[in-house]
């Protein structure tokens, strides 16, 4: 059965930073994109980060320049480093993967979710 990782996160005043890690395990035939979601209260979860595998990226505008995302394929993990973390930034951060169990066709796994939270 495959399943998403997450460690990581916590609380962290404004300004500061925190990484999140998220390792697929499990058995699997290969993974296409990974990346990062977040939830805060009352909205509806975004996009954050995705890496493909091929290596491209793409960060939603409200992380861009603080917010780094990086990929280890031998170890089918994906890690977002937040640096200059603002209280809007506070959220259930969620791993997301597109991952083929059988070699035949991609789906969706989740992670459990980590909170994160900035105080101002």
């Known amino acids: 059965q495959v399943r998403l990782v997450e460690s990581g996160g916590g609380l962290v005043q404004a300004g500061g930073a925190l990484s999140l890690s998220c390792a697929a395990s499990?058995?699997?035939?290969?993974?296409?994109?990974m990346g990062w979601y977040r939830q805060a209260p009352g909205k509806q979860r975004e996009s954050v980060a995705v890496?493909?595998?091929?290596?491209?990226?793409n960060y939603a505008d409200s992380v861009k320049g603080r917010f780094t995302i990086s990929r280890d394929n031998a170890k089918n993990t994906v890690y977002l480093q937040m640096n200059s973390l603002k209280p809007e930034d506070t959220a259930v951060y969620y791993c997301?993967?597109?991952?083929?169990?059988?070699?035949?066709?991609?789906?969706?796994?989740w992670g459990q979710g980590t909170q994160v939270t900035v105080s101002s």
């Open positions: 499990g058995s699997f035939f290969n993974i296409n994109a």
């Open positions: 890496t493909k595998s091929g290596g491209s990226t």
């Open positions: 997301h993967a597109e991952i083929s169990p059988y070699g035949m066709g991609y789906y969706d796994y």
